[in-house]
């Protein structure tokens, strides 16, 4: 891996680490409060990235009697937990477009780099996972299936418009949440590029990463997330992304419905050689 040189890490934001209360409207982050922190360290740039994958974010009193998948559900305060523990330890989100550029650029991202991705596209985004990001002034990429939009516990279009005004990424899960790797090279590249088209409109900013819908991709899906020009493009083998990583099968690292923010920060910490 190439040699980092230590810049100033542009955007970084402080912390907010004062408990909230679950029923309080989203805190708005005191920016004078903020301000009399000392801001980190210029940091030195990386080239390992853990990508945290969340699909559900609901408290179980909102959830159907039965789910199909119920590991891939959260209470809403486990997550606030583990963005907490992370940010305790000097960890900062990035989105998976900042990793893709950085790479792409030859450079890499502040150390103590981490994505937090949310795959599927369900109101729970913006509903509980949103007011917690806005807690920590922390960001997501957010993997959006456009056929699904507005119908069901789907996101709404306004959601993702305001998602994205607070800097979270939009980005790709295929149109209908199809199998990229049944569909041949040209009906894949037709999903994604559906997908992009429709995100595109709806927040003016054309997604440069991927998430393979249940991580099913073989040569002819890589192809054509290539041909759309998808940077980066997520499966769902367990692992730390970085750039030496296949950028277009990438890794990342599963977080379980019950998952302990101790457990969390331990598997992302594995990664990157930390304390
Ligand atoms: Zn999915």
Redesign the pocket.
Known sequence: MAPFTTVEPAGRSTPVTAPVTTDAPAVVADPSAAAQQTSREPAELTDTVPVLMYHRVQPEAERPDSVPYPDLYLEPDLLREHVSALYGEGWRTVTARQVAEAFAAGTGVPEKSFVITV??GYRDGYDHILPILKEFEAVATF?VVPERLGQGQAFELTHLVELAAAGNEIAN?SWG?EDLAAMGQQGARDSIKKASDRIEEIVEARPVTL?Y??GSYDSEAIESATAEGIMLAFTTEYGALDASSDLLAAPRIRVRGDQSAGSVLSAVEEYTGDE
Do not use: K, R, S, V
């Open positions: 795959d599927d993997y899960h949440h998430a819908p249940a």
